[in-house]
C-alpha cells in the first residue's frame, strides 16, 4: 500500500539554511523510489492556522518512506531543515 510523507512549512526562519537543505535533501534521494506529488504549490488553509508551504511525496509502501527518511543522507538534511525552518512532518499509509 502507498505511503505518503506530508511536509507542512509554518514559517522559514533562516532562508540560506533552507537553501543548503533543499541541495542535501536532493542528494539524499539516492536509489529511493520517491514521487512528488505537491511540491510548494499554492496552497490555502481552510481551518486552521495558514501555511507557509505544503510538500507531498509518494513512496510505494510505509516501509520505504521510512528507510528514506531515516537514512543517514536524510537524517543530515532534516538536521539542516530543523534548525531552518518550523515545519510539522506527517507520514502516513494511503488508500
Known amino acids: ?44 488553509a481552510l481551518e486552521g492556522p495558514p501555511v507557509d508551504g505544503v510538500v507531498i511525496v509518494k513512496f510505494e509502501d510505509m516501509a520505504a518512506a521510512k528507510a528514506w527518511y531515516y537514512s543517514d543522507a536524510y537524517q543530515a538534511a532534516a538536521k539542516i531543515r530543523q534548525r531552518s525552518a518550523d515545519y510539522r512532518v506527517i507520514l502516513t499509509e494511503g488508500v
Open 1 to 44: 500500500m502507498a505511503a505518503y510523507v506530508v511536509f507542512i512549512r509554518d514559517s522559514i526562519t533562516d532562508p540560506a539554511g533552507m537553501e543548503d537543505y533543499a541541495a542535501a535533501a536532493g542528494k539524499a534521494r539516492g536509489d529511493h523510489k520517491i514521487e512528488r506529488l505537491v511540491f510548494y504549490d499554492p496552497c490555502e
